[in-house]
């Protein structure tokens, strides 16, 4: 038998428990793997509560993100054999906080050797999300993103990014996050009340890209900074981002093969704050569930 942590009702934490199956076997385009590190998101817990809907089986096994080795490749895969260290989205919903667990093939790649497991099972999720972010407006080197939430695990990523880009990065987060948002060679603005004025003051001629993961009313306040309103993207609240004139995250074509090798080469390096054992899945969820993590929190079964 093999763990995995499902949760059994949607709602709060408490419908959260390890469990046992049988290690998953690979269908036609999947790899099975053996779990060394998968990433926790926002998306884990708002699953949960029922955000995205409450139609589904349960129990459902939770976890978006894994970086593995494969034990097994189902029929028609090609590209993938067993040993190899790949990264990448657990297929037909089977999770990634566990022991074992299988993949869509056409969603994963091989890990890059110099990164670790813990950085390689942020990319698919996080990493990619960044990039998107990113990408999807074109701007030049010299012009100005501005980030909010810049201190989490998808915004410290893109004011990476950006840096490869030469893009002039501004990032709003809590005044606890100046230095790591420093760090990325942002300039940082510290968030709530009276953050549009602070950024005004760094950025006088205004926002070329603005890059959410906060959404709500700190959205609304910073939006109007924009040059172009439809410069603005967001992974955090798509229909208050349609709605000022913006749009949702849209998937860059090949992301993950891109973002992959952007942090295999090192430009990229994913902010691991915290790692926990697969029995201390709950501790990892209710970090992330705070809102206020500073980078990722990966579990490492
Ligand atoms: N659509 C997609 O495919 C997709 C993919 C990935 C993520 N997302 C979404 O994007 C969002 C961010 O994800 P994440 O993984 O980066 O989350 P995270 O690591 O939990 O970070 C969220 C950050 O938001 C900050 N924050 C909260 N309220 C804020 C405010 N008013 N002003 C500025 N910062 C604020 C928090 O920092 P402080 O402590 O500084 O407040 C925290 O660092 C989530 O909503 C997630 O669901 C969507």
């Not at 089977?94 to 497991?117: I, R, Y």
């Not at 999300?129 to 701007?139: G, K, N, R």
């Not at 501005?146 to 709003?172: N, P, S, T």
């Given at each position: 038998m093999s763990k995995v942590f499902v949760f059994t009702a949607f709602g709060g934490p408490e419908h959260q428990q390890l469990t046992e199956r049988a290690a998953p076997v690979p269908g036609p385009g999947e790899i099975a793997i053996a779990v060394r590190a998968?990433?926790?998101?926002?998306?884990?817990?708002?699953?949960?509560?029922?955000?995205?809907?409450?139609?589904?089986?349960?129990?459902?096994?939770?976890?978006?993100?894994?970086?593995?080795?494969?034990?097994?490749?189902?029929?028609?895969?090609?590209?993938?054999?067993?040993?190899?260290?790949?990264?990448?989205?657990?297929?037909?919903?089977?999770?990634?906080?566990?022991?074992?667990?299988?993949?869509?093939?056409?969603?994963?790649?091989?890990?890059?050797?110099?990164?670790?497991?813990?950085?390689?099972?942020?990319?698919?999720?996080?990493?990619?999300?960044?990039?998107?972010?990113?990408?999807?407006?074109?701007?030049?080197?010299?012009?100005?993103?501005?980030?909010?939430?810049?201190?989490?695990?998808?915004?410290?990523?893109?004011?990476?990014?950006?840096?490869?880009?030469?893009?002039?990065?501004?990032?709003?987060?809590?005044?606890?996050k100046r230095e790591l948002v420093e760090s990325t060679g942002a300039t940082f603005v510290a968030s709530g009340p009276g953050a549009a004025d602070r950024v005004r003051a760094v950025a006088p001629d205004g926002i070329d890209l603005l890059a959410d993961l906060v959404g709500g009313d700190a959205l609304r306040a910073l939006a109007p900074l924009l040059k172009d309103p439809s410069h603005l993207v967001s992974a955090a609240d798509p229909a208050t981002a349609r709605e000022l004139g913006g749009s949702g995250r849209v998937r860059t074509e090949g992301v993950l093969e891109k973002i992959t090798g952007v942090v295999g080469y090192g430009l990229v390096s994913p902010n691991v704050v915290a790692t926990y054992p697969l029995d201390r899945a709950a501790e990892a969820l209710a970090l992330v569930e705070s809102g206020h993590s500073a980078g990722k929190v990966v579990i490492v079964p």
């Open positions: 998968a990433g926790v998101n926002p998306a884990d817990w708002k699953r949960r509560r029922g955000a995205f809907g409450t139609d589904g089986a349960l129990p459902v096994a939770m976890g978006l993100e894994a970086a593995g080795v494969v034990t097994a490749v189902g029929e028609g895969v090609e590209g993938f054999a067993v040993g190899d260290e790949v990264l990448g989205t657990p297929a037909r919903g089977l999770g990634a906080f566990a022991e074992h667990t299988v993949l869509d093939a056409a969603a994963s790649v091989a890990k890059p050797a110099d990164v670790p497991f813990t950085d390689a099972a942020t990319i698919p999720v996080a990493a990619t999300t960044a990039y998107d972010l990113t990408h999807q407006v074109e701007i030049e080197p010299g012009q100005t993103l501005l980030v909010l939430g810049a201190g989490g695990g998808v915004g410290l990523m893109a004011l990476q990014i950006a840096k490869v880009h030469r893009f002039q990065a501004v990032g709003v987060a809590s005044d606890a």
